[in-house]
């Protein structure tokens, strides 16, 4: 089943606000809650595919990945 991210781009750029992005899944289950810079959102896709990766390679139990800019 595919999964859809509904996102919500806020281009409203005043000097004080960087453009933010929200973005939440179909289901409660499948969600990425919050809001994110278009830089963060990158960041953030770099660990998404580095826990992916572990994961097919046999990782097991909690992990933490930290985000680096």
Known sequence: MPITLNAWHNNDRQAWRQPMISI???TPIQTISGYYTATELRALARQLITIANDSDQGE?????????D
């Open 24 to 26: 939440t899944g179909e």
């Open 60 to 68: 097991h139990g909690p992990a933490t990945y930290t985000v680096e």
